[in-house]
């Protein structure tokens, strides 16, 4: 008989964490004003409102916070994580940070003027974000595919290289500070990026004089991708795919709460001297001193042993087949999401559940809703009120995908854990019928408004 995968892990520590009845979470949302952001964590059973920062670290990583070296300028540290950042993604010069938005704070400051423009693989809210806030302009250039749930192809989160190639047509190189490519692509449902794609864009920034910047926060995970995808790289090790994956950037950014399994942690890494020397002013003044920047000694060490367990191929293969486990089970209700499963998440197509609910009335916070009182599961709405409203006109923007975002975090739930979201899921896909109404907005800011927004139940 062949023999069923197992975890590549066994538990040494463990958190409790309680069910509550409908009754309180019907309460809780309420005085959370239905906003998933403001209910107390104490108030879910199953978290997965996002992957970062959430994970659990391991015992070489908690071994290694002990050694950390917490000198204000030239810790040990600081020289253990500038060695995995050399040896595992091959970047000369680095500035810590405290999150990945850190990291982006720093490097646009550094880099973009108002006006610019920066063509992508649909940004990050908060690369997004931090373009916008400097009066640039965030351009998507992903492919078209992406934007069908239903279609299964094997790199969903590529760049369309003619799309992005007459961008770089219409603006000049001075214009462009950097082409931003995010792997794996969150925003289209966790997919990858091929290395064929990462090739082509990077030849693209070299024929027309642009930097390429890449997002790395899933990094790894997209190499894993590349490896069981892609023609060409079986044979070879996560290590040597996301090297070579990095050999085609200028710049990374990176939320080490991903991918490098720590709860705290970022960095800016650079292959030119200049840039990073140009970059340092902003690190200081906005992080801390450049050998430390925004972490503590202990968190750069945790994190660089973070990036080495994060790049073996059994971690990945563990993590992985988790995500693609409550997909399997989503296909069991008939429950769509965006296919194939991503690296680190499940998103959920929120149209194709809730089909009554308007899209007006945030048909994937609905769902969220829904699911938060059906089982005290939390996850995040990836529609139309994280698509913030339109910097010049003001108005809402309905995204062509109103998806929910189930974000496991990394080694910290079961399988069992994962058939209760999925029956859950289902109960409220059964009862479809009966939702017809969402939400409107009471109270926003302007810019990145889904962490704060409130909300009250839209009226008959
Ligand atoms: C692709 C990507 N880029 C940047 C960020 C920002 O990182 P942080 O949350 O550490 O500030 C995130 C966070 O989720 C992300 O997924």
Redesign the pocket.
Known sequence: MELPFAESYKIKMVETIRRSTREERQQWIKEAKYNLFNLKSDQVFIDLI?D??TGAMSDKQWAAMMLGDESYAGARSYYTMKEAIKEILGFDYFLPTH????A?NVLFSTLIKEGDILPGNSH?D??KGHIEFRKAVALDCTIDEASDTQLEIPFKGNVDPEKLEKVLQQYPAEKIPCVVL?VTN?TAGGQPVSMQNIRDVSALCRKYGVRLLV?S??FAENAYFIKTREAGYADKTIKEIVREMFSYADIM?M????DAIVNMG?FVAFKEEALWQKAQMFCIMNEGFITYGGMSGRDMNALAQGLDEGTEFDYLETRIRQVAYLGSKLDEYGIAYQRPAGGHAIFVDAKKVLPNVPKEEFIAQTLGVELYLEAGIRGVEVGAILADRDPVTRENRYPALELFRLAIPRRAYTNNHMDVIAAALKNVYDRRDEITRGYRITKELPIMRHFTIELKKAER
């Open positions: 996002t970062s920062g999150q990945g938005r850190a982006e990050f908060t690369t995010t969150n997002d926060a899933r950014t939320s080490s709460k991903k970022g």
